[in-house]
């Protein structure tokens, strides 16, 4: 008792496919996938991209210091 059979699983399944569908569940499975592989090259971009803007973040530390320096960032109309 307290552990669930196979059979049990096969019921669970069977229900969820008769409720959402084979073709909702397809897509709700390809969404998750590329959310995943999405969440996965942001994390590793995110750790290439700290190792650039450290640099970069401590010459805006130096510059900041000054109190009559506004620090504005400029950009183009696309």
Known sequence: MGGLSIWHWMIV????????G???LKNIGTDLGEAVKGFKDGVKGASESDTAAAPAQQVTAQRTADSNTVDVEAKTKS
Request: charged share 20%; proline share 0%.
């Open 13 to 20: 399944l069977l229900v969820v496919v008769l409720i959402f």
């Open 22 to 24: 084979t073709k909702k």
